[in-house]
């Protein structure tokens, strides 16, 4: 007979195909539907490109290091364990913190735009009652084994992947003259300053648009331990993912700016609720298709729940985790028979809830501040990743270790880790370069935007101070898998 699941146990339930996309559907949503024609707006097709290829290189790197240690470690909750165990305790409970509260204020997010899309439909109906509802079908979803989660989340995605795919194939079409509609061709690469429009600085802000649109790739560390075979599975989604979004967004982007001149202001907004002005909408139309408004509409529809869904997801298994190494309550740890923790989602979903109602009674500005302070989160959680990841590699030969017995290897040790580092701290300090530089200092648009940092950085020092922690040497790591 089978063993009875253990009462604090999560099921290993999920495969390759559900790893990968419940990374891809946490990372892929308006910053590609969205926010690609704002970047070809601001810094012509060639920044554009160049902005997001720097940071494909940069999460390149940090998936295999993510990569590597997840395969070895397999744990759900990952790199705050990882930084746990190969680099400070306190390092781990702030990295741990920081990333559950930036899911649940992006829970908040999504839903709200899933309501704000509803209008487009129904412009009458009430979004706190469409808010509810998303936030009850994510809540619903995630409820479920983890196994049929994974399932649920592989179509959800499956359905953006489809929409990219035809979106990529019509653009290419149109482009080589094999479907009729206008295009700009290579004047668009060539007309006015492009294809580096606006300078150095341009490429620097659309370095930070290219960086959150990325976030969520890391996900797949989070899943880890609920994979039924992670030494195997890991190593591919790490491939799938990386190679999948990277070619989604550089031949998105080389396709709009071939169709669409980056001079057109229509690529500059990016407002939900005027879907009308997607890049992707617009290309849809230049090729002739009547409908392409209300296609891209449920398809960002459907991508903004998918994103609230894996954030749900992250965030519900990052408190989990959090409560088995007693940095959050015990309770927390608490898991039903359908091995979700089911306390550590409801708490998530309640934050939520709230962040959203915060929007509504307070006019926007409680919520401005906690969304501006989850902002910076992902590049925090990508430099303990890296940080992690290099500790990692010295505590593994200092024990004697082979690295020929390591599961995945990534190439580029120790290179990557640290160019990665220094590449997420650039952004992070760079997040609002405008104000320092436009004018007299905007000292308000400097604390909303980097309220996060001091938050992070006193999580940190307060639990070294109160605990006592101490830096991990090399020699001390437990590196038991």
Not at 71 to 83: K, L, R
Not at 142 to 166: H, Q, R, T
Not at 366 to 380: D, M, Q, Y
Request: charged fraction near 10%; include cysteine; charge should be positive.
């Amino acid at each position: 007979m089978p063993k009875k699941q253990a009462v604090h146990d999560l099921q290993r339930g999920l495969q390759a195909r559900h790893l990968t996309m419940i990374s891809i559907g946490g990372s892929i949503g308006t910053g590609l539907f969205l926010a690609s024609g704002t970047s070809i707006y601001s810094a012509g097709p060639g920044g554009a490109l160049l902005a997001y290829s720097i940071i494909g290189i940069m999460v390149y790197l940090l998936m295999t290091s993510l990569g590597e240690m997840a395969a070895y470690m397999p744990v759900t909750g990952s790199f705050s364990t990882y930084a746990s165990k190969f680099a400070d305790p306190a390092l781990g409970f702030a990295l741990g913190w920081n990333y559950w509260f930036s899911w649940a204020i992006t829970l908040a997010v999504e839903t709200s735009a899933a309501a704000i899309l509803m209008r487009y439909w129904l412009p009458d109906s009430s979004s706190l009652l469409w808010n509810a509802l998303f936030l009850l079908l994510i809540v619903g979803l995630n409820l479920m084994p983890v196994k049929k989660y994974g399932e649920a989340e592989y179509w959800f995605s499956m359905i953006k992947v489809a929409a990219i795919i035809v979106f990529i194939i019509t653009g290419l079409l149109m482009i080589t003259g094999i479907l009729s509609g206008q295009t700009s061709g290579l004047s668009g690469f060539t007309a006015g300053d492009a294809p580096f429009h606006g300078g150095p600085l341009a490429i620097l802000g659309i370095l930070m648009i290219a960086g959150f649109s990325f976030q969520g790739t890391e996900i797949v560390g989070i899943v880890a331990g609920e994979s039924d075979n992670p030494k195997k599975n890991i190593p591919i989604a790490i491939k799938q993912i990386f190679w999948r979004i990277l070619l989604f967004y550089m031949l998105a982007i080389f396709v709009i700016a071939m169709i669409i001149p980056f001079t057109d202001e229509r690529l500059m907004v990016g407002d939900l609720s005027n879907v009308a002005m997607s890049p992707f909408t617009l290309v849809f139309e230049k090729a002739g298709i009547a409908f392409a408004a209300a296609v891209m509409n449920a398809v960002i529809l459907t991508s903004v729940l998918s994103a609230g869904n894996s954030g749900l997801y992250a965030a519900t298994r990052m408190l989990y985790v959090m409560a088995k190494e007693n940095k959050a309550p015990s309770i927390l740890k608490k898991v039903n028979k359908n091995g979700v923790p089911i306390f550590a989602l409801l708490l998530t979903a309640f934050v939520g809830m709230l962040a959203f109602l915060s929007s509504i009674y307070s006019e926007g500005t409680v919520f401005l501040w906690l969304l501006n302070a989850s902002g910076l989160t992902g590049f925090i959680a990508w430099m303990g990743i890296a940080i992690s990841h290099y500790r990692f590699r010295k505590g593994y030969l200092a024990q004697g270790n082979l690295l020929e017995d390591l599961p995945y290897r990534a190439k580029w040790y120790p290179l990557g880790p640290i160019l990665a580092s220094l590449l997420c701290l650039f952004i992070i300090l760079g997040q609002n370069y405008q104000a320092f530089t436009s004018g007299p200092i905007d000292w308000h648009g400097i604390l909303v935007t980097y309220i996060g940092l001091p938050i992070f950085i006193g999580a940190w020092i307060g639990h070294k101070v109160i605990c006592k922690t101490k830096w991990v040497t090399p020699e001390k790591m437990d590196l038991k898998p």
